[in-house]
């Protein structure tokens, strides 16, 4: 980028279209409806693309933006993580500080205000009574399964939830953060009973699914296929048991469903993984010239929605087809930092809010592409598929 191209003050005290404005060497100017404008530092981190927050315009300038990103860069290109050694934060931080300073830090590229205001509720109702004083480096698996019993089986939803926000905080203020995320969700629950069975879609826990995956790719049966479809595209049952030929753009690799098929009413993309076109082109072999279905049955009609639920049920399984839509929401909520915005896209959910859909006028197609290419790309990687 040219020095012609690159941000000046001048150029950002006059955007207000929102959108993201770059400055060179992935360093943006993100600027929002709201007219809110922060900055976001887009890099390649042990070959993974992640966005970093470095906090909002004109609070940082776009000299100290600046000079941040470069700081970023150089702790990547010698092997340390940013977000553990930007800060070298008091040995005491406290929780409760630590929360106020992640919500912060995660606020704009990372997390939406909406998820941001939802969490800090959860912590301030069930965290901060019980472990807002205490120092984050004393919080162990111990400390939050006591603070989740009272809620653990009586509130199952609300327990799991408020345990991926304190670990989310964590991650983010203890220079360890990045070693607790596959271990301290699961220390926590073997210190508590068994939560009761989902009153609604029993969901498979995402760290099962990559081994579940390895046995269901087995399976090349019509069924299994457009169970693997609908997980890998975080479809519901009856939008793949519906598809057709004809929606699908493969040089794209798009799934455009038509408005009159969805929940909603409203047409949805979808973009398509490398992982989701291999099970398209197996499918294939199921072709026939007098029906455009996909996963046609014998009759030529879509299959039925017990065709999936068999799937599951001859492997031994108790979770609902349904369920794998909660699975990939938990799995983006833990294991990466795509926004909370950008899931329910994918998942086609209405947003509830009139004012946000008001201006809501994209739909994160690009973003989504990226999500769903990590989502198979995890789903898969057991089975070489």
């Excluded at 991650?171 to 607790?180: A, C, E, I, V």
Aim: net charge positive.
């Amino acid at each position: 980028m040219s020095n012609s191209q690159r941000l000046t003050a001048i150029k950002i005290s006059h955007l207000t279209q929102p959108g993201r404005y770059g400055d060179g060497k992935g360093l943006m100017l993100l600027v929002q409806a709201s007219g809110h404008k922060s900055w976001v530092l887009r890099l390649t981190s042990n070959g993974k693309r992640r966005d970093f927050g470095l906090g909002g315009y004109p609070g940082t300038s776009l000299a100290k933006a600046r000079e941040l990103a470069e700081q970023y860069r150089k702790d990547i290109r010698e092997g340390r993580d940013p977000l553990a050694f930007k800060i070298q934060k008091p040995e005491r931080t406290l929780f409760r500080d630590a929360a106020k300073a992640a919500m912060e830090g995660l606020a704009g590229s990372k997390l939406g205000a909406a998820t941001i205001a939802t969490m800090q509720k959860r912590l301030s109702t069930y965290a901060y009574p019980r472990i807002g004083h205490l120092e984050v480096q004393t919080i162990d698996a111990t400390v939050l399964a006591d603070l989740l019993r009272p809620i653990w089986t009586s509130k199952p939803e609300t327990a799991l939830r408020v345990r991926q926000a304190i670990i989310r905080v964590l991650r983010f203020s203890r220079p360890d953060g990045h070693l607790l995320e596959n271990s301290l969700a699961k220390a926590v629950s073997d210190r508590l009973p068994k939560q009761p069975d989902s009153q609604h879609h029993a969901a498979m826990p995402h760290a099962e699914l990559p081994a579940f995956w390895r046995k269901l790719a087995a399976k090349e049966t019509k069924g299994a296929l457009a169970l693997q479809f609908t997980i890998l595209t975080a479809a519901r049952s009856g939008e793949t048991r519906g598809a057709r030929w004809s929606e699908i753009d493969e040089k794209a690799a798009e799934w455009n469903i038509p408005a009159t098929r969805m929940k909603m009413k409203k047409a949805h993309r979808v973009p398509l993984s490398a992982a989701a076109l291999a099970i398209l082109k197996k499918a294939a072999a199921y072709k026939r010239r007098d029906v455009d279905l996909i996963f046609p049955s014998d009759a030529g009609t879509p299959l039925s929605d017990m065709t999936l639920t068999k799937v599951l049920r001859d492997m031994k399984q108790d979770c609902r087809v349904h369920g794998f839509r909660s699975t990939f929401a938990d799995w983006r909520g833990d294991e990466t930092d795509y926004p909370e915005e950008i899931a329910e896209a994918a998942l086609a959910h209405e947003v509830p809010d009139e004012v946000k859909r008001a201006y809501r006028r994209t739909d994160f197609f690009t973003k989504r592409r990226a999500l769903m290419d990590d989502w198979g790309a995890f789903c898969t990687k057991d089975s070489g598929r």
